[in-house]
């Protein structure tokens, strides 16, 4: 069994969110963590859970102009060029045998409400056919740039070891 994180992060918050969610999967299967850009357009056949996660912009995933938006407060953004709504956009949907299932996270920020990622990209997932194994879940950071809020990060783990033991206890009950 094996689990590929995939995120979309300006600042690092989302990032150090994605790292803390392979952490919590790892007791229960590997855990691959790939930043958007690096990610391939398709899922791999051995993939057990897919996780997607990046920042809330603009209400929802983020665009391309929110992206250059957020470069323009700071140089060194981590996701430039593609972020998972683009990434998204390009899989070809479940191939067939597959038995990948997914769900979604976003960082958004606590002052007030912004919408969520997370929420459209399970949406999108849903629509290309993966099984979601779990509602999306947003993690908070303080401001635009962050910091995370306290806690979150053992929050993303917690979250995450609860749902890697989730779905390797299914798994192993179907082949059982």
């Given at each position: 069994m094996r689990a590929l994180i995939v995120y979309e992060s300006m600042f690092g918050n989302?990032?150090?969110?994605?790292w803390s969610i392979a952490a919590g999967i790892e007791a229960s299967m590997h855990a691959d963590v790939l930043e958007v850009g690096a990610a391939h357009d398709i899922v791999p056949q051995d993939v057990t859970l897919l996780v997607v996660g990046?920042?809330?912009h603009a209400f929802s995933m983020s665009w391309p102009s929110t992206r250059r938006d957020a470069a323009a407060r700071a140089p060194s953004v981590i996701s430039r060029e593609r972020g998972i709504r683009e990434w998204l956009g390009a899989l070809p949907g479940v191939m067939s045998g597959s038995r990948t299932e997914a769900t979604a996270f976003d960082t958004r920020t606590t002052a007030h409400l912004t919408g969520s990622a997370a929420r459209a990209a399970?949406?999108?997932?849903?629509?290309?056919?993966y099984p979601l194994v779990a509602a999306p879940v947003s993690f908070r950071v303080i401001s635009l740039t962050g910091p995370l809020a306290s806690g979150e990060l053992n929050r993303a783990r917690t979250w995450a070891k609860a749902l890697g033991s989730e779905v390797a206890a299914r798994r192993s009950s179907r082949t059982s």
């Open positions: 989302t990032r150090a969110i994605a990046g920042p809330t399970a949406r999108r997932l849903d629509r290309l056919g």
